[in-house]
């Protein structure tokens, strides 16, 4: 069947154009490897481009500030489920790697003294715990669109090979475990090709679309998640949902929690500042799930705002126009768009909405996809690597910081770039190709020339999101997630009798829509499985009956394995590589 597929071979194959695979690229692309970037929208329309707030790094600009704080702030933050090493190799390059993009032409806004701007945002401090610290870099409220902007404009200076607008389809292995590139299929044309590579690195982003409304593109479909799982790569911790607290209410664009760091505040129905209730030090800038929590529970408890009392408000009109247009002028102008309200007047209505993933592929902090083998939690598969939101070195645990995920994708996708220029030093010549994996990768693509009057992919896809939205939402229960996990089980047996009306070739997004439907079944497979089995509460997995953090038994993090469905654990690494671990203690804000 392969034998008359084109095939181009390259050192490096980085599936993902986002921010992750990009940094990666470069690093390679700048040690004169051959980089082939795969991606299914033209580059700079990746999710990263997305990202409003900022970046954090203690560059001290604004107030005095340091590594080790930020450090302690990103455990605390991660529920103590975040492994040490990662988080301390993260925080302590987070300087260095913001002066460098500034390099790379990031108009990051300015101090009047010149320096770059940082903002204060949620669950971040000074001297571990004490006053606000104000660590998030940002350029205006779109700091992910100038980073990936000015990193796409970086490799094709560096003459990186772009594939835009292809889709990848699976992974291709040999019988010895290594990755040797993927299938993937022209959007334009219909046609396949494998592109042989020597390492692979997934970088596609989350798993979004799992719910109804959520802040992320239609692009979000857990595509290197669902490619993992079926190469036999187990799953973390993909319990671990964020919601983010201020989405637009009903649409779910996201509101930046860098307005609540430029001094905005939340409201109920009675003009309450209710975030002093549940977190009266840090107050709207507590971490990312108490604050959701607070909203949730305020709309269940009857002081929700609006008609229906279904959302809270989001005061910024007494920042004054001034602040508005200089600080968060893509937050006003979004509000108009969608809304018609003008922020500089009135209130935005917001509630917590699906934002991002915690859990993923597993790797080291050198980017390596990392699984359990006979004695090791942690054993390389030769080849393959993952960063950004599809991977978990888990910096992020069980909630993540705002600010981080844009310095998780640089810092790692910067440090995979590097242990793979070690890999190619080592690894001078391609491996003979599998046929059976390319034969089985065909067989999944020709599994949608299938004809017939089944369901439709629109249909299921409304129905998996409608599911995950109330069985494995904010606040959870046994029952309800039991009863979720049958759901899902049985949408996903429903997934066999889904056909395509179209089967043509060119540009038929409908197939390509069904191949994401596919990835999403599998990723939601794992989170419901992973969050039934969880019997504790910790940072965004809010069980309502069992409401403590439980470290004797849960002080682990969850694998989930496709074959058998079956969860397997390994240890959280509290071991950072050079300082005094932290040790768990309660979560207050």
């Known amino acids: 069947m392969s034998v008359d597929i084109e095939k181009r071979r390259f050192d490096t194959l980085v599936i993902g154009a986002g921010g992750g695979g990009l940094r990666a690229a470069l690093q390679l692309a700048q040690d004169d490897a051959a980089v082939a970037v795969v991606s299914k929208v033209f580059p700079t329309r990746s999710h990263t481009v997305a990202a409003q707030g900022g970046m954090n790094a203690a560059l001290a600009n604004v107030v005095p500030d340091n590594w080790h704080w930020h450090m302690y702030d990103t455990v605390k933050g991660s529920d103590y489920l975040g492994d040490q090493d990662a988080i301390e190799y993260m925080c302590r390059a ?12 990031v108009p990051f806004s300015r101090l009047e003294n010149g320096k770059i701007y940082q903002r204060p945002f949620g669950g971040q401090s000074q001297d571990f715990g004490g006053d606000q610290a104000s660590r998030t870099c940002a350029a205006a409220d779109r700091t992910g669109h100038a980073i990936l902007h000015a990193l796409y404009q970086q490799n094709i200076r560096a003459k990186t090979h772009f594939f835009d607008e292809y889709f990848a389809i699976d992974l291709l292995k040999d019988d010895e475990g290594y990755v040797q590139g993927a299938l993937v299929i022209s959007i334009e044309t219909g046609e396949p090709l494998i592109i042989e590579a020597k390492t692979t690195l997934l970088a596609t982003g989350g798993a979004g679309q799992l719910y109804r409304t959520n802040t992320n593109a239609r692009i979000n479909t857990g595509d290197g998640m669902g490619m993992a799982l079926r190469a036999g790569i187990p799953l973390q911790d993909m319990e671990f949902v964020q919601f983010h607290p201020t989405g637009i209410a009903g649409k779910g664009m996201l509101i930046t929690e860098g307005a609540r760091g430029e001094g905005c505040y939340l409201i109920n129905k009675d003009g309450e500042r209710f975030m002093e209730r549940y977190a009266p030090h840090a107050k709207d800038l507590a971490s990312r799930d108490v604050v959701s929590r607070a909203i949730a529970t305020e709309v269940r408890e009857g002081r929700g705002c609006g008609p229906d009392g279904n959302y809270v408000l989001l005061k910024l009109e007494h920042l004054g ?10 937050i006003h102008s ?57 991977a978990c070195v888990s910096v992020h645990g069980a909630n993540r910081l705002g600010g981080n995920s844009l310095l998780d994708i640089v810092v790692f996708g910067r440090a995979a770039g590097n242990h793979i220029i070690e890999f190619l030093r080592e690894s001078r010549y391609h491996r003979a190709l599998n046929n059976d994996s390319v034969d089985r990768a065909l067989a999944r693509l020709a599994r949608w020339d299938k004809k017939g009057g089944g369901e439709t992919v629109d249909g299921l896809r409304s129905e998996l999101q409608r599911t995950m939205e109330e069985y494995c939402g904010v606040f959870r229960t046994e ?4 009863e979720g996990v049958n759901k899902v089980l049985a949408l996903e047996k429903r997934l066999a009798d889904v056909t395509l009306s179209d089967h043509s070739k060119v540009f038929n997004t409908a197939r390509i829509e069904a191949l994401e439907l596919e990835n999403l079944m599998e990723v939601a497979v794992a989170a419901v499985i992973s969050a039934l089995a969880r019997k504790e509460s910790r940072g965004a997995h809010s069980r309502i009956d069992y409401p403590q953090r439980d470290d004797e038994r849960w002080l682990k993090h969850t694998l989930f394995i496709k074959e058998g469905k079956q969860l397997d654990y390994k240890p959280v690494r509290m071991k950072p590589i050079s300082v005094e671990s932290f040790p768990p203690k309660e979560r207050v804000y």
């Open 334 to 390: 979004m509000v108009k768009t969608f809304l018609h309200i003008d922020a500089v007047e009135e209130p935005i209505p917001v509630f917590p909405t699906c934002h991002y993933s915690m859990g993923g592929i597993p790797t080291n902090r050198y980017g390596q996809v990392v699984v359990p083998e006979l004695q090791g939690a942690e054993e390389p598969v030769p080849g393959l690597y993952a960063v950004g939101e599809c």
């Open 94 to 105: 987070a300087s260095r790697l913001v002066i460098e993009l500034e390099h790379f032409g």
């Open 321 to 330: 126009a001034d602040v508005i247009h200089k600080r968060l002028p893509g």
């Open 479 to 482: 029952d309800i997630m039991q």
